[in-house]
């Protein structure tokens, strides 16, 4: 049953492909090919954003041609800096953390010897360790 909706299926898609004369698709091929001119950047800076950003908190309002617009604040991610890693544990904003410790709304996933993985609920996130810094080694 299926060999026979396929032949079907082929049969039919060799029918309507071969409705074209070759010269009608090299036809075709020349319109796509032709140089379009678009609108000019002159023209294009003095219209209007057709975008509405709804939020559910009102930061800032902002009224253009009888249309309320709401910009959401800024998303600050916060600054995490990597001074150590040693033995799994890592020198994180002057506190050390291993697998498994939380840091703020993150949770320390991953301690590699050049980068610390944390996780949440949106994602990810690797620290790498900067490489101007001196490793220690002890023997």
Not at 41 to 68: H, M, R, W
Not at 128 to 135: A, D, G, S, T, V
């Amino acid at each position: 049953m299926k060999k026979i909706l396929i032949l079907i299926t082929l049969s039919f898609s060799l029918l309507i492909s071969g409705s074209l004369s070759s010269a009608e698709i090299l036809n075709m091929v020349s319109k796509i090919k032709e140089e379009r001119i678009g609108i000019s950047l002159a023209k294009l800076d003095g219209t209007s954003n057709p975008f509405i950003v709804k939020t559910k908190k009102k930061v800032e309002e902002k009224k253009e041609d009888n249309v309320t617009v709401y910009i959401p604040p800024p998303v600050v991610e916060r600054v995490y800096k990597v001074d150590a890693i040693l033995n799994h544990a890592a020198f994180i904003n002057k506190k050390w953390y291993r697998r498994g410790d939380v840091l703020d709304d993150y949770k320390v996933g991953y301690v590699s010897r050049y980068s610390v993985t944390l996780k949440s609920e949106n994602g990810k996130r690797v620290l790498k360790l900067e490489r101007r810094k001196k490793f220690i080694k002890l023997n």
